[in-house]
């Protein structure tokens, strides 16, 4: 028998005390499907980002064709034949299909590039792949759809032997996958090994090639599709027991203080939601799914096209960030280092920078007051730190969050958006992070809080929307919610 | 030594070094040259000083939020030369004086628009406004000097208070107010902010509009007061006015610790680069070097200047 073409053994990849991949093995054969499952921080970007040698593994091997490899690196992954295709497309879009497909290759005639034969072979490529595609057209003039597929041509002309496509077909209609599915089978033929990733489960059993689930890290198990249904892959991709312990309830859920009607824009299409005094409600769903954005919609951090907000019974319109501010809402970012900290400032700065006005006169800063005002949120936060007179990029992440949500804090804000809260930090932190939450609401606050931890969705929600494509697709009570339910409305 | 010590050091050894190095070149121009120390240049530097001085401090707060305004040197020319055009024609100099300030500031804000609301690059922009309002310049003075206005109006370039020359005054005001802002205020605060992460500012509330439009209309308007001092020191309105002082205004920001990434930097330290590159510049006339070698000079220092600031910042964020 042949040797597999790629072959991971006992893969453990740990950055800075979180262990991201788990003693993993698989393997992959020329010619094969192998389908990647699993929740978001399961492990598979980073397990990707191992293969095409963008991170070194902490331990294990990586073996292509029968050779073990060391020191894999993205220029050698790619000598090696491993080509991978992002949903964040690659390509140059002021250039040609063809351009791009010769990339750093261009066919020369001494120093001269031959754009005419560049073209020629660039059609030839696609057609081969089933498409039809003019290839001295600019990139940024072709579909979603076909970019990829110059994408792939350029893979094949690069002769990859191992094609990773991770979401491909999340940007696509009906057709254009059909599309996709006939050009995966084609590469098939060619001796084209391919992993594909995707959320998408009715694609997975298309497919019809094994299964790998990854859940925490761990590899879970490998089967093939024909071996398995889809209630049977989720509950391997979910199945583990709740461990943290979260606070309980103390005192009970009030009227309805937001109310969102039909809010749309670019990436939601028609949301609408209910939060009621003193509750917590969680937001689930699937990288892409929406959440994020319908967070910044309602925070005014986007525009809307359609759509009504009542805060408290009254309409009113959200434009900007500082509206919804001025109103009571706030919002805390995902992404805390680009979006939620001045990296380059104090702590203290940063504490009182989302509402000034309440320390300042005429303007004019009072320093006393925002002296008491910052030191009253650190300890409330239980920053330990040498000086709040410290730049924020010196805080570890734990901190860094408690530093952004002391400036939430600090604004007074009725209604609070945590997304992605406790991203990236210890459990000791952690704790106190949702301590916070419970506080919050016992004190007649109310929260919307997206996450992709199950466990810590599950065990601080009062209720949890689902969302998938931007919609909302489903609703579930503290009493009947389970995993299992939440990834089925997830991936619907 | 703990990190923000460390942190705090490089960045006071740096203001440390413009210091020797202001003390070093006055030394040695001192002795190179007759007349270097004469009472006469020593107010000569303190005057053109505060010329560029007064629009420094525009620039800084420019310079903070991450851009740039190359078309102070323009502004300067345009409002002296429409100034004392103004008054040639028989406007009351304080009228003439405040249209001026006037359009400085609705010039800033103009730049605010096309920077912030159509999104363009501040180097471009301002660029472009530079041209415009340099050739305006030529235009409404036919390219010749525009002479003859009250003579009262010398006060502001050439008077003095007490023993100090009015620009003098007119600048060190600028600095306070300046200060003030920038140390004391939220919109201070704000600039700041904007410099060091915008989106992240937008984020926590903050109108990032005003902050530019606020930075650009006031370095619009000092620009604007530092061509009327200028106008009044030379007692005529010259089309070249203020031609090439953009250099020496961020060269001068730029040593004073302003980092060009934005974000960061220390208003008064700005004083120390102002007194170096008036120093030098003046030092270099007084031993005749022609013009040629002067432009190279201050290319360098600025060549020089804007790497320590990247190379000091990459070091302190190597040690985090």
């Not at chain 1, 095409?52 to 220029?75: C, F, M, Q, Y």
């Not at chain 1, 590899?219 to 027991?241: C, F």
């Not at chain 1, 005014?300 to 960030?321: C, M, R, V, Y």
């Not at chain 2, 030529?138 to 003095?160: M, R």
Request: proline share 3%; hydrophobic share 45%.
């Amino acid at each position: 028998m042949a040797e597999k073409l790629l072959q991971l053994k006992h893969i453990t990849k740990k950055f800075a005390g979180v262990v991201a991949l788990d003693d993993v093995s698989f393997d992959i054969a020329a010619g094969e499907v192998v389908t990647l499952v699993g929740e978001n921080g399961a492990g598979k970007s980073t397990l990707i980002k191992v293969i095409t040698g963008a991170h070194e593994p902490t331990s294990g091997e990586l073996w292509v064709d029968g050779r073990k490899i060391e020191n894999n690196r993205p220029a050698l992954a790619k000598e090696l034949g491993i080509g991978v295709i992002y949903q964040e497309l690659n390509m140059m879009p002021q250039l040609t299909a063809a351009e791009n497909i010769f990339y750093g290759r261009e066919l020369k005639k001494g120093i001269i590039i031959q754009k005419k034969a560049m073209i020629e072979q660039s059609n030839k490529l696609i057609r081969e792949l089933g498409a039809n595609i003019d290839s001295s057209k600019q990139v940024s003039e072709l579909s979603i759809a076909e970019q990829q597929i110059v994408e792939i041509a350029k893979a094949v002309s690069q002769e990859m032997k191992l094609l990773i496509m991770d979401e491909p077909t999340a940007p696509l209609t009906n057709a254009e996958i059909e599309k996709m599915f006939d050009i995966i089978g084609r590469l098939q033929k060619r001796g084209v090994a391919i992993l594909y990733i995707s959320h998408r489960l009715e694609e997975v059993f298309r497919l019809a090639g094994r299964i790998v689930v990854l859940r925490d890290g761990k590899h879970v198990i490998t089967v093939p599709a024909a071996d398995i249904d889809q209630s049977g892959l989720i509950k391997y991709m979910v199945g583990r027991e709740l461990g943290q312990d979260y606070p309980k309830r103390e005192t009970k859920i009030g009227e309805t203080v937001l109310e969102v009607k039909e809010y749309c824009n670019a990436f939601i299409k028609g949301c609408s939601l209910t939060l009621n005094r003193g509750e917590i409600l969680g937001l689930a769903g699937l990288v892409g799914a929406g959440r994020t954005e319908l967070a910044r919609a309602i925070f005014g951090a986007d525009p809307i096209q359609k759509g009504e907000l009542f805060l408290n019974g009254k309409q009113l319109t959200i434009g900007s960030p500082g509206d919804a501010i001025r109103n009571g809402i706030g919002l805390i970012t995902e992404d805390r280092k680009n979006q939620g900290l001045l990296l380059n400032q104090s702590i203290f700065y940063n504490i009182s920078y989302a509402n000034l006005k309440s320390v300042s006169k005429y303007g004019v800063i009072n320093r006393i007051k925002e002296s008491k005002l910052t030191q009253t949120y650190v300890d409330a936060m239980n920053i330990k730190v040498h000086s709040i007179s410290q730049q924020t990029k010196t805080l570890s992440g734990g901190n860094q969050q408690k530093v952004v949500l002391g400036k939430w804090l600090a604004t007074n804000s009725k209604v609070l958006i945590f997304d992605e809260p406790t991203r990236g930090i210890d459990i000791g932190a952690k704790s106190e992070i949702y301590r916070l939450m419970r506080r919050l609401v016992e004190e007649g606050k109310s929260i919307i809080m997206i996450s992709s931890e199950m466990p810590e969705l599950i065990g601080m929600s009062d209720r949890i929307l689902v969302m998938r494509g931007g919609i909302i697709t489903g609703e579930l009570s503290r009493e009947e919610v389970n995993q299992e339910k939440i990834l089925q409305l997830a991936t619907r | 030594m703990s990190k923000k010590m460390t942190n705090k050091l490089t960045k006071n050894l740096s203001q440390f070094t413009i210091l020797i190095a202001l003390i070093i070149l006055s030394i040695f121009f001192s002795f190179t040259t007759d007349g270097f120390l004469s009472t006469t240049n020593l107010f000569n530097i303190m005057r053109q000083v505060a010329v560029n001085g007064i629009a420094a401090v525009g620039m800084t707060m420019v310079i903070i939020t991450g851009g740039i305004d190359i078309s102070v040197g323009a502004i300067m020319g345009v409002g002296s030369v429409g100034c004392a055009t103004l008054m040639v024609q028989g406007a009351h100099p304080v009228a003439a004086v405040l249209i001026i300030l006037v359009l400085g500031l609705m010039t800033g804000i103009i730049h605010g628009f096309f920077i912030h609301d159509i999104d363009l690059p501040p180097m471009i922009v301002t660029l472009a406004t530079m041209s415009i309002l340099r050739g305006t310049t030529y235009i409404i003075s036919g390219g010749l000097p525009v002479y003859g206005f009250p003579k009262n109006f010398n006060i502001i370039g050439q008077g003095y208070i007490g023993p100090i020359p009015v620009p003098v005054i007119i600048m060190t005001i600028c600095f306070i107010i300046g200060w003030f802002i920038l140390e004391r205020t939220s919109f201070g605060r704000y600039v700041y902010g904007v410099g060091s992460n915008k989106e992240a500012s937008r984020l926590s509330g903050v109108n990032v509009r005003k902050v530019m439009y606020g930075v650009y209309g006031l370095c619009g308007l000092l620009s604007a007061m530092a061509g009327l001092v200028l106008l009044s020191r030379v007692n005529s309105g010259q089309p070249k006015a203020g031609e090439g002082y953009e250099m020496d205004i961020i060269t001068a920001v730029v040593l004073g610790g302003v980092s060009t990434t934005g974000g960061e930097g220390k208003i008064v330290n700005v004083i120390m680069g102002l007194l170096l590159m008036g120093i030098l510049l003046n030092g270099m006339v007084i031993m005749n070097i022609p013009d040629y070698y002067q432009r190279l000079v201050k290319g360098f220092v600025l060549l020089l200047a804007i790497s320590y600031d990247k190379i000091s910042q990459k070091r302190a964020n190597n040690k985090v």
